[in-house]
């Protein structure tokens, strides 16, 4: 059974670092793409990056020059490097997993989520 963790949010003040972790739990777990959601309260949840199997990655235009997404494909852990933050990426993160085989098809892990929150 497929379990994902998420660590590393917190509160920070604008202009400054978090990195976020995602570590995903199971037998035979490989998933072709990984990454990171996050909802703000009242908004719809959004992409911020994506990362597939063979390193191709993909941001939100929002964050495409400050965030860095990495992934450890024998850990099943992918990681969020948020440099430069500001008070609008303040939400709860989620980390996502998607899988993929000929006979089930696609399907998407979630982790809990963990907060970020950015002061000005």
């Known amino acids: 059974q497929v379990q994902l963790v998420e660590s590393g949010g917190g509160l920070v003040q604008a202009g400054e670092s978090l990195r976020l972790s995602c570590v995903a739990s199971?037998?035979?777990?490989?998933?072709?793409?990984m990454g990171w959601y996050r909802q703000a309260p009242g908004k719809q949840r959004e992409l911020v990056a994506g990362?597939?199997?063979?390193?191709?990655?993909q941001y939100v235009d929002s964050v495409k020059d400050r965030f860095t997404i990495s992934r450890e494909s024998a850990k099943n852990t992918v990681y969020l490097q948020m440099n430069s933050l500001k008070d609008e990426d303040t939400a709860v993160y989620y980390c996502?997993?998607?899988?993929?085989?000929?006979?089930?098809?696609?399907?998407?892990?979630w982790g809990q989520g963990t907060q970020v929150t950015v002061s000005s």
């Open positions: 990362i597939t199997s063979g390193g191709r990655t």
């Open positions: 996502n997993a998607k899988t993929w085989t000929p006979l089930t098809g696609s399907r998407d892990y």
């Open positions: 199971g037998s035979s777990f490989s998933p072709v793409v």
